[in-house]
């Protein structure tokens, strides 16, 4: 199934069903896409001296260039459970103590209601974190791998607060008093933590981590081309677009705008093939005409800037 691209003064030709859309799974599902991340040198450098030293590593960089994706890789190229890594997700509200479990205090109180008096079994209104799923991987023989995504979006006292959490072998369950231990013969779970640099982090955080910044860079982007078989099929369309693409993101940063990155371009590309974009007409249309610009451009008024 395809999309033929929607044009002024045509009527919408849409596909006649949702279910049978062939949507690219590697473009949404960071597992099905980890054995094609591409690793260069000095990120490799990096997380082998975070491996070395057991230290977290915290990776940084614009959104879209792969800093999460890496967790993902690191799962796949050490053969690990398919439920790794174990994530936390950060918000605004994020506590330290969300890495080792949440107690969902709302239902424990509506059951204990509904219970009139009778006991309620406290455990099963506990939910694991991933540090607790960590523990049990590890006492289980196996390694573990631990991603705190988007760090940046917590609240300030957080990065701190997660050392200690991190450093920590053991801890205790407040609502059922028991204690989660590691095994401390074994090596420590890696410890990803990644950032869009939207804001600053603390000091003694930043001392306690491995940093590294993913830069976007041409090379970058044609690697991950290079990686996705099913981006393949049209390799003159790839080109183009790939040129296209940063005559996009290099207008967009001249007018500081939020530049798309080799995620937003895997996304584009795909879309390009699906809708049956010719290299030729690619090449020549205006960058504000180009098709499908809205897997690109995200930011209110951005397009005009666009030449």
């Known amino acids: 199934m395809t999309f033929a691209l929607i044009r002024r003064g045509q009527p919408p030709r849409l596909p006649t069903s949702l279910a049978q859309r062939d949507v690219p799974r590697r473009l949404h599902d960071l597992a099905a896409a980890a054995e094609c991340f591409q690793i260069d040198d000095d990120l490799a450098e990096a997380v082998n001296v975070a ?21 993902y890789y690191l799962a ?24 080792l479990y949440r107690f969902d205090t709302v239902a424990y109180f509506h059951e204990a209601q509904r219970r009139d008096g009778s006991p309620v079994d ?19 023989g196996n390694p573990a791998i631990v991603l705190i995504d988007e760090i940046d979006k917590a609240p300030r006292d957080f990065p701190n607060d997660l050392l200690h959490e991190l450093d920590q072998y053991s801890f205790r369950v407040a609502e059922t008093g028991e204690v989660i231990t590691a095994d401390r013969n074994a090596p420590p779970p890696v410890v990803v933590v990644t950032s869009n640099s939207e804001k600053r982090l ?7 981590c491995v940093v590294h910044r993913i830069e976007f860079s041409e090379e970058v982007l044609r690697d991950a081309v290079a990686a996705r078989r099913e981006l393949q099929k049209q390799q003159d369309l790839s080109e183009t677009a790939q040129r296209r693409f940063l005559e996009v993101r290099r207008q967009l940063q001249a007018h500081q705008h939020k530049p798309p990155a080799t995620a937003e371009f895997l996304v584009w590309l795909a879309a390009l093939q699906a809708s049956r974009v010719r290299a030729e007409d690619l090449a ?3 960058t504000r005409e180009l098709p499908l610009l809205s897997a690109l451009v995200k930011e209110t008024g951005a397009r005009e800037s666009l030449g």
Do not use: C, H, M, Y
Request: proline residues 9%; glycine residues 8%; aromatic residues 10%.
């Open 51 to 71: 491996l070395a030293v057991g230290a977290p590593l915290l990776l940084t960089g614009e959104p879209g260039t792969g800093k999460t994706q890496l967790a």
């Open 76 to 99: 796949w190229q050490f053969g690990l459970q398919p439920e790794q890594p174990f994530t936390l997700e950060v918000k605004s509200n994020s506590a330290a103590r969300d890495l």
């Open 122 to 140: 406290k455990q099963s209104f506990i939910e694991k974190g991933p540090l607790w799923r960590a523990f049990a991987a590890i006492r289980s």
């Open 202 to 208: 603390p000091d003694a955080f930043l001392r306690r």
């Open 284 to 286: 020549t249309v205006p």
